[in-house]
């Protein structure tokens, strides 16, 4: 029996006790045994402000009565040199250290010249120069390069002839359409707004721009009512085909949404009880107290051109910074000299150019015969006698330990020669928390989707005619399927592809690496460690330890709660899952108290706590991916390529070589596949399978009957028993899960239930609360036209005997 679900409520109850070996998360509570949930992944990297563009001349394609574009940006400043890393706004006073940057960034952006034209008076042409060059700089964040097209672009032929001055004249075009639409990312823009500041011989230009923007998601996507509603509208009715996507996480559901909104019917299969995947907030409570924990994904990595950001600033959610003030502490809880931290950091710095050099100076050696970064750096420091007192060996180990929280696993794992390729892509500008947790993002991206929860997929099986996706013994099938599971999953093989994937893509999956990073968030009664901090780092004398708890990161300010998170990075994150929970917990107060007691502060006994266990998730198995040895940015790609002459889809942060290891990562890849779909879909002119899962099938008869329904309200429809009034008497409901305002792109899902339980429904606000009362008050699965029960046939056919009776 085919079904179709809400997320299972995961127990907020503190006492609630699952076993370790069920569960990778481990929640701990002050009268509970060990409680165990689901989590995940990515956060890293800080980022330079781009370098300003030179004032350029250029024919622009754009009136002088065009509005000022307002993404956010850096200010027009030259290229600085790489400031401390923990520090990415410049060195900071002495007694104090900065915000630990998560990889070493060297980030230079050049603007070439564009097009001169003298026709423009010298006075219009510096406005107008001065605002093509921002809109330039606001392209150049999401990720455009500056004069030329992406391949992307190419392969949407935007222009007939690439180079010269028309392909120029795009360039400015599309910057502006995306400038304009980025200044206000809460309104639909249309194309005809988008033409009104561009001269009409450009017309040409504008609707090649506008609707490659559109259908790759760069424009007029996201979460703003005005955005849903004008989506609704925008359908062109063409029917596209149907897609199975495998994954609700960032990328499955961004997909999903975007390829409804193109004209696919969708559905979506998750193996977890809850959509989000690697993104996984935990609500952390007792004692009157409540807090939100991001147990995976947690860090907005750059907010300049960040699509999460857009959809923070949609939602109308605070952004809170992460602040630059890192105080480091000793093993016996006291602070670090200030002058020796700057001096290690420094060697750290000088150690990581000397590799970069290295590896500069043989790169084609470096091409045939990689090393790990981690063998390199202890050369170099050998040779540069760095780090010789233990104190120093303590700070150096604490910036290696970062290192590998970055990348999640060992430096000797590391490439040294592309272990930092997706330097140059970074997002600029801040590093932010979201009040309330990720959870915000994951709930409103998964609203209206249909989501078929506990789905395991076992096998993915593609041929000519379409695809058949098998999970839990049940059978979805489609013209295309998009896989966004982790790198992990692929890695263990845990979905059977036939026919097998190709062996570029399989070794694609086994030479990249996919790595591992815990946590360990716990709820106090009250802050001790003060609100004038983010972050505050430790140091181990066990070199091999240097991961355990090495940094935390304060989540008072946005989780409503006095919240402390440690991170478990390197070989420490591996043994950290072979610890139980209580010996974690206790390891992480002794340090705190270590930390806090010298200095007359008490550290309280948490109300509760949950230890995470990446590694042991059966939908993960690790955090995020990295650049191993032997593998190189490339594998992003080929893990990205479709297979199947485009009938399998792979998406996900291991499928983005610019945004590795991110959530906006796993957003974007989201993004490119449903355009790449769309592409593949227009190409083949697809004539949509009948069938798209099993549960959709013959439902026409049925939806017939919902012609003339007994009630209504939201998607929900209903058909009484003709034959009773009595409260407690069978009904029988339809769900529509909608694309558009028009049929294409929707399907149904059946359900009974009586009638007094029907009334209740229609008085809950919503669709989403009236699908979690229907699942967890009253127990009701929705299921397809074959999936209803003998009672359920019986009702029908009293219904159309009754219908039938009054047509006569």
Not at 172 to 201: C, D, K, P
Not at 514 to 526: E, M, S, T
Not at 541 to 565: A, Q, T
Not at 753 to 780: A, P, Q, T, W, Y
């Amino acid at each position: 029996m085919e079904e179709a679900d809400q997320p299972q409520n995961q127990s907020d109850n503190p006492d609630d006790v699952v076993s370790d070996e069920l569960s990778p998360e481990t929640d701990l509570t002050r009268s509970s045994s060990p409680q165990e949930n689901n989590h995940n992944d990515s956060q890293n990297q800080s980022s330079e402000n781009p370098a300003a563009p030179p004032q350029t001349t250029l024919e622009a394609p754009i009136s002088d009565s065009q509005d000022d574009s307002s993404e956010p940006i850096p200010e027009d400043t030259p290229h600085e040199p790489p400031q401390n890393p923990r520090s990415p706004d410049g060195p900071v006073p002495a007694e104090t250290t900065g915000l630990p940057a998560k990889r070493r960034r060297r980030r230079k952006k050049f603007f070439t010249e564009l097009i001169g034209t003298p026709s423009l008076a010298k006075s219009r042409r510096t406005d107008l120069n001065k605002e093509v060059d921002t809109e330039a700089l606001i392209a150049l964040s999401v990720g455009f390069p500056v004069d030329s097209l992406t391949e992307e672009e190419i392969e949407a032929n935007v222009v007939p002839t690439i180079g010269g001055v028309e392909q120029a004249n795009y360039i400015v075009v599309r910057n502006h359409i995306l400038s304009r639409w980025r200044s206000n990312v809460s309104f639909w823009l249309t194309r005809e707004l988008a033409q009104e500041s561009i001269r009409l011989e450009h017309k040409g230009l504008v609707d090649k721009a506008y609707s490659f923007l559109v259908e790759h998601g760069y424009i007029n996507f996201g979460l703003a009512p005005a955005i849903r509603e004008a989506k609704l509208g925008s359908f062109d009715g063409a029917e596209r085909g149907n897609v199975v996507i495998v994954g609700a996480g960032l990328a499955g559901l961004v997909a999903a949404r975007q390829l409804v909104f193109l004209g696919f019917k969708v559905v979506v299969l998750e193996g977890r009880s809850r959509p989000g995947g690697r993104v996984k907030t935990k609500k952390m409570k007792g004692e009157g107290l409540e807090a939100a924990a991001d147990l995976g994904g947690s860090v907005l990595t750059g907010i300049n051109g960040n699509p999460l950001g857009v959809l923070a600033r949609q939602l109308e959610l605070p952004l809170h910074k992460v602040r630059d003030i890192c105080p480091l502490y000793l093993p016996d809880g006291k602070s670090v000299n200030s002058e020796i931290d700057s001096r290690i950091e420094a060697s750290f710095n000088k150690l990581l150019d000397r590799v970069c050099k290295l590896r500069h100076a043989m790169i084609e050696e470096v091409k045939s015969v990689d090393v790990p970064l981690g063998t390199a750096l202890e050369a170099f420091r050998r040779v540069c006698n760095v780090a010789q007192n233990p104190q120093e060996r303590m700070l150096l180990d604490w910036h290696l330990a970062n290192l590998e929280y970055a990348n999640a696993t060992l430096m000797s794992n590391l490439s040294m020669a592309y272990w930092d390729q997706d330097d140059p892509y970074e997002m600029g500008g801040d590093h932010c928390f979201i009040p309330g947790g990720n959870e915000t993002f994951v709930r409103a991206l998964a609203e209206g989707l249909p989501i078929f929860y506990e789905r395991t997929v076992e096998s993915i099986r593609y041929g000519t005619d379409g695809v058949l996706v098998y999970a839990n013994g049940q059978e979805f099938r489609g013209d295309m399927v998009l896989c966004t599971v982790p790198l992990g999953v692929l890695k263990k093989g845990s979905i059977e592809f036939v026919p097998e994937l190709p062996q570029r893509k399989r070794d694609a999956i086994q030479s990249l690496g996919f790595g591992l990073l815990n946590k360990v968030a716990i709820l106090f009664p009250y802050n001790f460690w003060g609100g004038d901090l983010d972050t505050f780092g430790h140091l181990t004398e066990d070199p091999s330890m240097r991961g355990e708890f090495f940094l935390f990161y304060s989540y008072s300010s946005v989780s409503g709660g006095p919240l402390l998170v440690a991170l478990v990075a390197g070989d420490a994150a591996i043994k950290f899952e072979l610890m139980s929970p209580v010996e974690s917990v206790n390891r992480v107060l002794e340090i705190l108290r270590g930390i806090f007691h010298p200095k007359g502060i008490a550290v309280p006994d948490p109300i509760q706590a949950v230890c995470t266990r990446w590694g042991k998730d059966d939908f993960a198995y690790g955090s995020y991916s990295y650049v191993a040895v032997g593998s190189s940015g490339d594998d992003y790609d080929i893990l990205a390529e479709s297979i199947g002459e485009g009938r399998v889809f792979f998406a996900g942060e291991a499928t983005n070589k610019q945004y590795p290891a991110t959530m906006h990562g796993a957003l974007l890849s989201g993004m490119r596949e449903a355009a790449n779909i769309l592409r593949v879909a227009k190409r083949r002119s697809i004539i949509p399978s009948e069938k798209l899962y099993n549960v959709c099938e013959e439902s026409g008869d049925l939806d017939k009957l919902f012609d003339t329904p007994d009630l209504t309200f939201g998607s929900f429809s209903v058909l009484f028993d003709p034959k009773s009034d009595d409260s407690d008497s069978t009904s029988l409901f339809r769900v529509k899960f909608r694309g558009g305002n028009s049929d294409v792109g929707c399907f149904s899902l059946y359900g009974l239930i009586s009638r007094k339980n029907v009334l209740k429904l229609s008085e809950v606000e919503d669709d989403g609360k009236r699908m979690r009362m229907l699942n967890f008050e009253f127990g009701v699965r929705l299921v397809g036209r074959k999936g209803l029960s003998a009672v359920a046939e019986s009702l029908i056919t009293c219904i159309r005997l009754a219908k039938s009776g009054m047509d006569q």
